[in-house]
């Protein structure tokens, strides 16, 4: 179920939901934002409120797009970006070598 009001979206409730916890979990996020960049949108609010993994099916879900940002033309995705966002972010969640 997905409904639209404007600017709003509502979903259909998904049991299971919390932010990520694990070092797995974060790197499941991780690929999820991976994802977006690749086809140039930004995410520009990466904090463990907008992340959740479900526990029911093992998909990380990335949720609030308000300070999203698409990318221009021409732009080429540094691989890096993701990456160096979260581990910032979550230093003790996430190992140096994952």
């Given at each position: 179920?997905r ?28 690929q ?9 949108i ?19 879900y990335?949720?609030?797009?308000e ?32």
């Amino acid at each position: 179920m997905r409904l639209v009001f404007g600017p709003y979206m509502i979903l259909e409730y998904l049991d299971g939901m919390r932010p990520p916890e694990t070092t797995e979990e974060f790197l499941k996020a991780e690929q999820e934002l991976l994802k977006l960049a690749r086809i140039g949108i930004i995410h520009g609010d990466i904090r463990k409120v907008n992340l959740l993994f479900n526990e029911k099916n093992g998909i990380a879900y990335v949720i609030d797009f308000e300070h999203v940002e698409l990318a221009r033309d021409g732009w080429e995705f540094p691989p890096d970006v993701v990456n160096k966002k979260l581990r910032e972010r979550f230093p003790n969640e996430l190992l140096n070598d994952c």
